[in-house]
């Protein structure tokens, strides 16, 4: 990923700021006819996203309308508002604070599995959920030592966060921070990828012919990330316990709740409906196919990044309530453009088509 600071690290070496437009002292001075207020749907967010993504600092001043000083602070500004709405909760630690936490906590490499035999796959599930059981379970050392490393980087973020509220260095500590959330990003997914199968486990023992399988499983997973959030590694008990316990207090919640919604659409007169058999076959195997793409997109989520989630989320309407959404609306939601949503909608469908592919998945319709 291209970074902000690393495009802005040789300012001065970009072409077209001419004498005129250079400061008496060496700084940078508005260029004649830019306007020093982004222009409408040019948001810090949306500047910051493409940059990252690859676009020039050049074409970036042509569309916002801004010199290369005021796109700068309007850029070290979206990165400032970003790494203070990650949300980074954490469990804490005395060791945390200890002089060699650093090397005691991260230094050390991460313990080693156990050589397994063949993994023993359930019949009877799609393809994609097979996948999940080539990811090898964790030992209750790895489980300490992942867990332990998450939330000391989180202890470390939040402190930092501390320093850029209050106003104190600018451009390094975001950059000391960004690497923070990534490498606190990759700790989170690699947890909830090696407990998913646990998820698809339990769901089965609920559900009578899948039905309602899909929508289980995707239930399950919020809840195994919830629980990821919340563990105490410091108790040393087992996550697979702890989450197994999450999932099941969520399933019980849910399903009777499912029942009694459901319920209230049942009737005893269906032959009264003029549907016809075909009809009706046609409906019943749209809702099926529609029940698998939302599987397979809700198992690749945690693949994209903040805004590409929500967008997905919101316009197939993926999460708990939500319906399917129009262009405008998401654009309401995140204060952008229709036309900038519908961007980040076809650039995300075609990398969750290259993860499908990478991974072995078939996703129906995409």
């Not at 992942?146 to 509220?165: A, I, M, S």
Request: with cysteine; aromatic share 8%; proline share 2%.
């Amino acid at each position: 990923m291209v970074r902000a600071s690393k495009e802005f690290s040789d300012l001065a070496a970009f072409g077209g700021v001419s004498g005129a437009a250079a400061g008496g002292r060496g700084g940078l001075r508005p260029v004649r006819g830019f306007a020093e207020v982004p222009e409408a749907g040019c948001s810090g967010g949306d500047l910051l996203e493409r940059l990252e993504s690859g676009e020039t600092v050049d074409s970036l001043m042509l569309s916002a309308g801004l010199s290369r000083a005021s796109l700068q602070d309007l850029l070290v500004r979206s990165r400032a508002d970003r790494l203070l709405r990650f949300d980074c909760e954490y469990i804490d630690s005395v060791e945390f604070r200890a002089e060699d936490a650093e090397k005691v906590i991260c230094g050390a490499e991460a313990p080693q599995s156990a050589l397994v035999g063949r993994v023993r796959i359930p019949e009877g599930i799609p393809a994609y959920l097979a996948e999940l059981y080539r990811v090898p379970l964790l030992t209750r050392e790895q489980e300490q030592y992942f867990f332990r490393r998450l939330n000391f980087r989180k202890y470390q973020f939040c402190e930092l966060r501390q320093q850029l509220q209050s106003g104190r260095a600018r451009r390094r500590l975001q950059d000391r921070m960004e690497s923070l959330m990534e490498e606190i990003t990759e700790l989170k997914n690699y947890l909830i990828r090696s407990n998913l199968r646990l998820v698809v486990s339990i769901a089965k023992k609920f559900v009578k012919q899948l039905e309602g399988f899909y929508e289980l499983v995707s239930d399950g997973n919020v809840s195994l990330m919830r629980a990821v959030e919340k563990f105490d590694y410091s108790r040393g008990n087992k996550f697979s316990t702890y989450a197994s316990w999450a999932i099941l207090r969520n399933f019980t919640r849910t399903i009777p709740a499912e029942q009694q919604r459901l319920d209230r659409f049942r009737t005893g007169n269906d032959e009264a409906f003029s549907q016809s058999v075909e009809n009706r076959r046609s409906f019943t195997s749209d809702e099926h196919v529609n029940s698998i793409q939302k599987g397979v997109i809700r198992e690749l989520l945690c693949e994209l990044d903040g805004r590409e989630q929500k967008v997905i989320a919101f316009r197939y309407g993926l999460g708990d309530g939500l319906e399917p959404e129009t262009l405008e609306q998401v654009g309401w939601r995140l204060g952008v453009t229709k036309e900038r949503v519908r961007q980040i909608e076809v650039r995300t469908l075609e990398k969750l088509r290259r993860i499908a592919e990478r991974r072995a998945f078939e996703i129906p319709g995409i």
